[in-house]
């Protein structure tokens, strides 16, 4: 099992490495692959970056605690993200193109006119995004605990020893290549747990049965909940997927792209991977409750490796847990790489490239995720949830007011964000809404705040 594992983590770290010779002494080389990537990559890329150690380890423990109900988090995902990117990138790539700016911060900065836009979302992006990043070491470290009883720390630093050798030497480019084949390897592994997990129970009909079996857990809704409640609670979700457009690490693989054609092809991949993979993952937290029952003696996280066990050989077990770090490590390079992008030109200002001082950077940032996942192994999918959460309804906002002229000001965005985070806070202290997605509040709040007090500013037509 172990030799499968390395086997493959060996194979992806080599093909990062090998990106290095493309790799081209400038930032935008770095950062953004001079924006040349082919929409097949492009979109690979941004799918396994999106579907992160957070389906594998966290998706996989929510759906085994929550069942059927918890599709509405799958639909609401993938509904708003496909809504949203549809609507704005329309405007925003032709901008990050015409645009000398090399990072999301610096692109949404330019498109705004306004230095402090730049220098509010790369803190806050940093701030978040390191944490995002140290949620996907801890899930390698859970992965490695489960299933080859290796210490915590153990998987936290394999996994932060990779992606520290591979961004290093390409920057985005090797994120990317390692991204794609990572995603192959995502893929197998869930596809052949999804598979192997039915046939195993004696198929469909056999599933089926075994899930009607446990109280409630076919259940589209908390039978509690009023019905236009209910469809509060499906509708909210769809917030989460709008978020898409205020992740940094996801949105400069589209930035990559080198025209809106190439753009078109790359969000085809992305949907149906991005479809595909969160179907086959919703199937195997499903599966997960009949194979494992109740247990509430361990943590929900370890769902899946739990089940893995039960099912494969070593062999086979191998390539799940390359799965499962594939997962992780296709996230964790991107949100460094992002991280060292908010310092080093961001907040920095470095316009000239200098491979040396990049690269501290980099191995700085990755260092802290690590030390960060070390210290504190808290819920991966909390983590996720918390970190997506206050940059969409922080940053959605302002995307949005770009797109419809509005001329930004940072008073107004700071008083709507510091209100929007107590709301966001007070729903989740309070509780009053149950079973809805509590970033719909302060990003409606935001939102509105905003477009009630930015005014409009037209765009001048080229001549």
């Not at 957070?54 to 918890?70: A, E, K, R, V």
């Not at 390539?319 to 992002?338: E, K, P, R």
């Amino acid at each position: 099992m172990e030799f499968v594992f390395v086997s493959i983590l060996i194979l992806i770290t080599l093909i990062g490495l090998a990106s290095s010779r493309l790799h081209k002494p400038t930032l935008k080389n770095y950062y953004l692959a001079d924006q040349a990537l082919s929409p097949i990559l492009s979109g690979l890329s941004a799918m396994a970056t999106n579907n992160s150690g957070y389906m594998f380890i966290g998706l996989i423990g929510f759906t085994y605690l929550n069942g059927l109900s918890s599709i509405w988090l799958m639909l609401g995902w993938i509904i708003g993200d496909f809504i949203i990117t549809q609507t704005l990138f329309k405007k925003l790539i032709p901008i990050s193109h015409q645009s000398n700016q090399v990072t999301y911060a610096s692109i949404i900065g330019d498109w705004a006119k306004n230095i402090y836009v730049t220098k509010f979302i790369a803190l806050l992006s940093f701030l978040f995004l390191i944490l995002y990043a140290s949620a996907q070491f801890a899930a390698s470290g859970k992965t490695l605990m489960a299933i080859l009883n290796w210490p915590f720390y153990s998987g936290v630093l394999v996994g932060g020893v990779i992606v520290i050798l591979y961004s290093l030497a390409g920057g985005i480019r090797a994120s990317i290549w390692t991204d794609a084949v990572q995603s192959l390897v995502m893929f197998l592994a869930m596809g052949a747990l999804a598979w192997c997990g039915i046939v195993e129970l004696g198929g469909p009909s056999k599933v089926i049965a075994s899930w009607s079996q446990i109280d409630g857990y076919l259940n589209l809704f908390n039978t509690d909940y009023s019905a236009p409640y209910r469809l509060l609670v499906a509708l909210s979700w769809i917030g989460a997927g709008i978020f898409v457009i205020a992740q940094p690490h996801i949105m400069v693989r589209f930035f990559a792209v080198k025209d809106m054609r190439a753009l078109s092809q790359s969000r085809i991949y992305y949907y149906i991977g991005f479809t595909l993979f969160y179907t086959l993952s919703f199937i195997v937290g499903m599966l997960s409750r009949i194979y494992l029952g109740d247990i509430n003696q361990i943590d929900p996280e370890f769902a899946l490796p739990v089940m893995a066990q039960k099912l494969f050989d070593p062999f086979f077990l191998g390539v799940i847990v390359a799965g499962i770090f594939a997962a992780t490590m296709s996230t964790a390079d991107s949100l460094v790489i992002n991280c060292s992008g908010n310092i080093s030109q961001d907040l920095l200002g470095i316009k000239t490239y200098s491979n040396k001082l990049i690269k501290i950077i980099t191995l700085l940032v990755a260092i802290t995720a690590v030390s960060l996942a070390l210290i504190n192994s808290s819920n991966v999918f909390s983590v996720v949830i918390f970190a997506w959460t206050i940059l969409g309804y922080l940053f959605t906002p302002i995307v949005l007011m770009l797109y419809l002229g509005k001329k930004m000001k940072m008073q107004p965005i700071i008083i709507s964000s510091i209100i929007g985070s107590v709301i966001f806070l007070w729903t989740n202290a309070a509780n009053h809404f149950e079973g809805m997605y509590s970033g719909i509040f302060p990003f409606l709040f935001c939102t509105s705040y905003l477009y009630i007090n930015l005014k409009k500013e037209p765009y001048k037509k080229e001549k």
